[in-house]
Nanobody, 120 residues
Framework: QLQLMESGGGLVLPGGSLRLSCVAS????????MQWHRQPPGQQRELVAS???????FVADSVKDRFAISRDNDKKMVDLQMDRVKPEDTAIYYC??????????????WGQGTQVTVSS
């Protein structure tokens, strides 16, 4: 099992930058696909970006060319670099671990979330 803890959220001006981090405790971190999701107020949760156990990445069109996802397996950490943020990026951001194909299935794990507010 994994426990996930997000950090780095806060208040940022439109056009600014923010870096979110998710640190995992537990075993087999390197064999999990890692994802960032967000839930704007009053809206459904959506996938923002993902990075597979083998390093292949996906970024949603809504944040393409502004956000980037990365991971460091030695530190058991996945980051979301947010640049040129917009008010519509305001949301609670969640880290999620999904068993990679080498694990052949299993439970997924969510962090507690961190609030990002983009406002003047």
């Amino acid at each position: 099992q994994l426990q996930l803890m997000e950090s780095g959220g806060g208040l940022v001006l439109p056009g600014g930058s923010l870096r979110l981090s998710c640190v995992a405790s537990g075993s087999l971190f390197s064999m999990y696909d890692m994802q960032w999701h967000r839930q704007p107020p009053g809206q459904q949760r959506e996938l923002v970006a993902s990075i597979r156990y083998d390093g292949i990445t996906f970024v949603a069109d809504s944040v393409k060319d502004r956000f980037a996802i990365s991971r460091d397996n030695d530190k058991k950490m996945v980051d979301l670099q947010m640049d040129r943020v917009k008010p519509e990026d305001t949301a609670i951001y969640y880290c999620k671990a999904v068993p990679g194909q080498m694990l052949g299935g299993g439970s997924w794990w969510w962090g507690q979330g961190t609030q990002v507010t983009v406002s003047s």
